[in-house]
């Protein structure tokens, strides 16, 4: 007598029993969907299910067993699935009022996240005070002659440029920084990156009678633009993508660049540089052309600006090492040594002495008088014409002092944050960046940004970031008041402190270098000599843009490199492995000795090591077995256009010589027997996209008109992986080979069995009984048209070969 059908339901799901379980309490009409979210359910076709299979039950006595294991698994898990969902619902209404998703925020709740001054200004007190002061008065000592420096020896520009850019930055950040101990102000890789661009156009710029800052407008403007886009675009993720190493490379060329430019006012040769430019219309203006010209005419430097620069340099050095062992000291008073303000200290002497030696009259290049600079405070209209031409211009100089900028704060945010325990967020910081910038190029300032050593500086007494604002609000007072008193200060000493810093950004990239040769990490060591190279040998600009192409091909490449391995099985065992990992581990050669100890290890370990991911070479040293006419295949990640067509590629590779790592130019070496069935390990791929489920398809269509019948296991469970299979039409294809090797696999003694797909894809069964009738039930149930392991799927498989043998020789 023939059951009626009834529509399989998922087991892990469980049933609803129409019947009464004395056992189960009641249970809700809502149901927990995949997401989590609670949605009604209709049970109109719940109930009719469960008619079905009441009668299905009442009519089978003569199946008392299966009847029974239905009965009795229904039952369980009908108790399973109310305890479930009725523990899940009150969970569910417990947290549902106190869940922050739920809660509105106020105003006044959000305006202390988006500026962070409110959310510590009702707590500032007098000794926060008093620890700001001390790190403001000790930060403008040094930061303001830097600022000068960067100015004149590497950006070109006024004074009144750095001057305002190191007043106006600190006060916006104020506002809208994270950070206590951050100090934003100009930076040298940035001022050399203006310095550069601003320099070929500086002839056209007389002509037009236009002054170096208009240029400096154009560059901050394009820079806080570009800062301020990505944090309101939400792009603080770029931070993640770019390599350490490809900063570190362009940060060490950039301290050659230092150096070299540092060299010519040093040696006194900033006249000799004009006239040949203007007079033999030479151009001079990569790092290396000026190292030529260093090179070149070395002999004609200017004595007294070498010998100040020479004293100046050591005398910095000195100064550097002995706080170095001062801070080691157990005296706590040499221990205050390391507020000596060095830089300070030179630029002081040697201007009182040049004004009492004269030594202006005898050659040496001074600052000169910056008064009518200082008359009054400068406001610019980035939005004019003549800025916006300008734009056009320099809006790759703009952008590329942008993302460098933003790259080396977040550097330094993300070692102030876990040195403090501070919660970084680099889409705050990118808005608060923009901001600055956009404010420094109303007033003529160099681009801005935070620096790692002045704000490690500041952390030593600094409580919040009215440091920074006091350190801006002195250099703002030095800007307007004090510009006179720099008259005579020596170019060449601005230029000493330009190649101290360049050397310090230079002393961290041998370390790099030994690191990843001792590694043997090439791929990091190409990108670091490439970006160095560039900068060198071209400009700024052309060595972080040559680092980060080779950069992002890089990125491109690894993740168009599909990762599937070809599994083996350990004989007599169901675990199975990566074969190519089994291979290169056998041939890895151990100390002698050895064999027994890693022998027993693997015995000892088997039925404790997940082999799928563990790399541990006993498991992988022992003989693997492949599974006559299978092809079994892990694909252990997300499927996405980038590295679908290299699968398609590979599974093609591994069927023809059964390793991924042959080389295509090989004959090939796999019989076409052994590849009768193809078996996926799905397990870690947790998604895929439209354009890799079309390559998929393609590939599983290839192989049916092949005659190669396709299986997946361990399919994830996520909605949206199994509508995209269902959707494409892979679903389909697997449901036709699944039908025809479950339902013909098994023999009419031990089975009548008619497998039929309805739309949700849940299998039709009309009678099971014999023997195996238990775990057919468990496989067609479950999860059809998928399997839960591999065993499962070579159960299957080996009794479908041993129907068709059997067929054969009842023919014969």
Same mark, same amino acid.
């Not at 000493?496 to 950004?505: D, E, H, P, R, S």
């Not at 949206?720 to 003694?749: P, W, Y």
């Given at each position: 007598?023939?059951?009626?059908?009834?529509?399989?339901?998922?087991?892990?799901?469980?049933?609803?029993?129409?019947?009464?379980?004395?056992?189960?309490?009641?249970?809700?009409?809502?149901?927990?969907?995949?997401?989590?979210?609670?949605?009604?359910?209709?049970?109109?076709?719940?109930?009719?299910?469960?008619?079905?299979?009441?009668?299905?039950?009442?009519?089978?006595?003569?199946?008392?067993?299966?009847?029974?294991?239905?009965?009795?698994?229904?039952?369980?898990?009908?108790?399973?699935?109310?305890?479930?969902?009725?523990?899940?619902?009150?969970?569910?209404?417990?947290?549902?009022?106190?869940?922050?998703?739920?809660?509105?925020?106020?105003?006044?709740?959000?305006?202390? *996240?988006?500026?962070?001054?409110?959310?510590?200004?009702?707590?500032?007190?007098?000794? *926060?005070?008093?620890?700001?002061?001390?790190?403001?008065?000790?930060?403008?000592?040094?930061?303001?002659?830097?600022?000068?420096?960067?100015?004149?020896?590497?950006?070109?520009?006024?004074?009144?440029?750095?001057?305002?850019?190191? +007043?106006?930055?600190?006060?916006?950040?104020?506002?809208?920084?994270?950070?206590?101990?951050?100090?934003?102000?100009?930076?040298?890789?940035?001022?050399?990156?203006?310095?550069?661009?601003?320099?070929?156009?500086?002839?056209?710029?007389?002509?037009?009678?236009?002054?170096?800052?208009?240029?400096?407008?154009?560059?901050?403007?394009?820079?806080?633009?570009?800062?301020?886009?990505?944090?309101?675009?939400?792009?603080?993720?770029?931070?993640?993508?770019?390599?350490?190493?490809?900063?570190?490379?362009?940060?060490?060329?950039?301290?050659?660049?230092?150096?070299?430019?540092?060299?010519?006012?040093?040696?006194?040769?900033?006249?000799?540089?004009?006239?040949?430019?203007?007079?033999?219309?030479?151009?001079?203006?990569?790092?290396?052309?000026?190292?030529?010209?260093?090179?070149?005419?070395?002999?004609?430097?200017?004595?007294?600006?070498?010998?100040?620069?020479? *004293?100046?340099?050591?005398?910095?050095?000195?100064?550097?090492?002995?706080?170095?062992?001062?801070?080691?000291?157990?005296?706590?008073?040499?221990?205050?040594? !390391?507020?000596?303000?060095?830089?300070?200290?030179?630029?002081?002497?040697?201007?009182?002495?040049?004004?009492?030696?004269?030594?202006?009259?005898?050659?040496?290049?001074?600052?000169?008088?910056?008064?009518?600079?200082?008359?009054?405070?400068?406001?610019?209209?980035?939005?004019?014409?003549?800025?916006?031409?300008?734009?056009?211009?320099?809006?790759?100089?703009?952008?590329?002092?942008?993302?460098?900028?933003?790259?080396?704060?977040?550097?330094?945010?993300?070692?102030?944050?876990?040195?403090?325990?501070?919660?970084?967020?680099?889409?705050?910081?990118?808005?608060?960046?923009?901001?600055?910038?956009?404010?420094?190029?109303?007033?003529?300032?160099?681009?801005?940004?935070?620096?790692?050593?002045?704000?490690?500086?500041?952390?030593?007494?600094?409580?919040?970031?009215?440091?920074?604002?006091?350190?801006?609000?002195?250099?703002?007072?030095?800007?307007?008041?004090?510009?006179?008193?720099?008259?005579?200060?020596?170019?060449?000493?601005?230029?000493?402190?330009? =190649?101290?810093?360049?050397?310090?950004?230079?002393?961290?990239?041998?370390?790099?270098?030994?690191?990843?040769?001792?590694?043997?990490?090439?791929?990091?060591?190409?990108?670091?000599?490439?970006?160095?190279?560039?900068?060198?040998?071209?400009?700024?600009?052309? +060595?972080?843009?040559?680092?980060?192409?080779?950069?992002?091909?890089?990125?491109?490449?690894?993740?168009?490199?599909?990762?599937?391995?070809?599994?083996?099985?350990?004989?007599?065992?169901?675990?199975?492995?990566?074969?190519?990992?089994?291979?290169?581990?056998?041939?890895?050669?151990?100390?002698?000795?050895?064999?027994?100890?890693?022998?027993?290890?693997?015995?000892?370990?088997?039925?404790?090591?997940?082999?799928?991911?563990?790399?541990?070479?006993?498991?992988?040293?022992?003989?693997?077995?492949?599974?006559?006419?299978?092809?079994?295949?892990?694909?252990?990640?997300?499927?996405?256009?980038?590295?679908?067509?290299?699968?398609?590629?590979?599974?093609?590779?591994?069927?023809?010589?059964?390793?991924?790592?042959?080389?295509?130019?090989?004959?090939?070496?796999?019989?076409?027997?052994?590849?009768?069935?193809?078996?996926?390990?799905?397990?870690?791929?947790?998604?895929?996209?439209?354009?890799?489920?079309?390559?998929?398809?393609? !590939?599983?269509?290839?192989?049916?008109?092949?005659?190669?019948?396709?299986?997946?296991?361990?399919?994830?469970?996520?909605?949206?992986?199994?509508?995209?299979?269902?959707?494409?039409?892979?679903?389909?294809?697997?449901?036709?080979?699944?039908?025809?090797?479950?339902?013909?696999?098994?023999?009419?003694?031990?089975?009548?069995?008619?497998?039929?797909?309805?739309?949700?894809?849940?299998?039709?069964?009309?009678?099971?009984?014999?023997?195996? =009738?238990?775990?057919?039930?468990?496989?067609?149930?479950?999860?059809?048209?998928?399997?839960?392991?591999?065993?499962?799927?070579?159960?299957?498989?080996?009794?479908?070969?041993?129907?068709?043998?059997?067929?054969?020789?009842?023919?014969?």
């Amino acid at each position: 007598m023939k059951m009626p059908n009834l529509r399989s339901q998922n087991l892990e799901r469980g049933r609803l029993s129409a019947r009464m379980n004395p056992d189960a309490r009641p249970i809700s009409t809502k149901k927990l969907n995949d997401d989590g979210a609670y949605k009604s359910t209709d049970t109109s076709a719940s109930n009719m299910e469960i008619e079905d299979l009441i009668s299905l039950e009442e009519d089978s006595s003569g199946h008392n067993e299966l009847t029974l294991l239905i009965k009795r698994q229904a039952r369980i898990l009908d108790r399973d699935e109310s305890e479930s969902i009725q523990c899940q619902q009150r969970s569910f209404s417990t947290a549902a009022g106190c869940h922050p998703g739920n809660t509105s925020l106020t105003f006044l709740t959000l305006l202390p *996240y988006y500026l962070p001054v409110f959310s510590w200004a009702n707590e500032y007190c007098a000794a *926060y005070l008093l620890g700001d002061l001390i790190s403001g008065l000790s930060l403008a000592t040094f930061q303001i002659p830097l600022a000068i420096s960067y100015s004149t020896s590497l950006a070109k520009v006024p004074i009144t440029c750095g001057l305002y850019s190191l +007043g106006i930055a600190p006060l916006i950040y104020m506002l809208f920084g994270s950070v206590p101990q951050m100090i934003t102000g100009p930076e040298a890789p940035m001022s050399l990156i203006v310095g550069q661009a601003i320099e070929p156009l500086m002839h056209h710029a007389k002509k037009a009678n236009l002054s170096a800052s208009e240029y400096v407008v154009a560059i901050t403007f394009v820079s806080g633009s570009t800062l301020l886009g990505f944090g309101l675009g939400r792009f603080g993720f770029l931070d993640n993508v770019l390599s350490e190493l490809l900063l570190k490379g362009f940060i060490s060329g950039v301290g050659a660049v230092m150096l070299i430019n540092a060299s010519i006012p040093l040696m006194g040769l900033e006249e000799l540089l004009k006239h040949v430019i203007n007079e033999e219309d030479k151009d001079i203006h990569s790092p290396f052309d000026k190292l030529c010209f260093v090179v070149s005419n070395f002999h004609k430097v200017h004595k007294l600006s070498l010998n100040i620069s020479l *004293y100046s340099f050591v005398s910095i050095w000195v100064c550097r090492f002995s706080k170095k062992l001062a801070a080691r000291s157990q005296s706590r008073w040499l221990k205050h040594m !390391s507020l000596i303000p060095e830089i300070l200290i030179v630029v002081f002497t040697t201007t009182v002495m040049c004004n009492k030696l004269h030594w202006d009259e005898q050659g040496l290049q001074i600052v000169g008088s910056v008064t009518d600079a200082s008359a009054k405070i400068p406001l610019y209209n980035p939005f004019s014409s003549t800025h916006l031409k300008m734009i056009k211009i320099l809006g790759s100089s703009g952008f590329v002092c942008a993302m460098l900028g933003f790259f080396e704060s977040t550097t330094a945010l993300k070692s102030l944050g876990s040195r403090f325990d501070l919660p970084i967020s680099s889409n705050r910081e990118l808005v608060a960046l923009g901001a600055i910038n956009l404010a420094c190029s109303v007033f003529g300032g160099l681009p801005s940004f935070g620096g790692y050593g002045r704000s490690k500086i500041n952390a030593i007494t600094a409580k919040t970031t009215c440091s920074g604002a006091i350190m801006g609000i002195l250099s703002l007072l030095t800007a307007r008041f004090l510009l006179r008193l720099l008259y005579f200060i020596p170019k060449c000493v601005l230029s000493v402190i330009t =190649a101290v810093i360049g050397v310090l950004l230079m002393s961290e990239g041998p370390k790099e270098i030994i690191f990843h040769w001792k590694s043997r990490g090439y791929d990091e060591l190409f990108t670091f000599c490439v970006t160095f190279i560039t900068t060198i040998f071209f400009s700024i600009e052309a +060595g972080i843009a040559v680092g980060l192409i080779y950069l992002l091909l890089r990125v491109i490449r690894n993740s168009a490199e599909s990762n599937i391995q070809i599994l083996g099985r350990i004989p007599g065992t169901n675990t199975f492995l990566n074969a190519d990992l089994a291979q290169s581990s056998a041939s890895q050669k151990f100390p002698q000795g050895w064999e027994s100890v890693l022998q027993h290890s693997s015995k000892r370990r088997y039925s404790q090591l997940d082999v799928f991911t563990d790399g541990l070479r006993p498991l992988n040293l022992q003989a693997l077995e492949e599974i006559e006419g299978c092809l079994i295949i892990k694909i252990p990640e997300p499927l996405t256009f980038t590295n679908a067509s290299d699968l398609r590629s590979r599974l093609k590779r591994l069927e023809m010589y059964g390793s991924a790592k042959a080389h295509p130019a090989l004959k090939r070496s796999r019989d076409l027997s052994m590849s009768k069935y193809m078996l996926f390990d799905l397990e870690g791929m947790s998604s895929i996209d439209s354009s890799a489920a079309q390559l998929l398809l393609h !590939s599983l269509q290839s192989y049916s008109r092949r005659g190669i019948k396709t299986f997946f296991i361990k399919v994830s469970r996520s909605p949206v992986l199994r509508a995209r299979l269902k959707n494409s039409g892979i679903t389909k294809m697997l449901n036709l080979h699944f039908q025809c090797v479950v339902a013909c696999g098994l023999s009419d003694e031990s089975a009548s069995f008619t497998n039929a797909i309805s739309d949700e894809g849940s299998s039709l069964v009309k009678s099971i009984e014999g023997t195996d =009738a238990n775990r057919v039930l468990s496989l067609v149930l479950l999860d059809a048209p998928f399997f839960g392991h591999i065993r499962d799927a070579l159960w299957v498989i080996d009794h479908y070969e041993q129907r068709c043998c059997t067929d054969e020789n009842a023919l014969v």
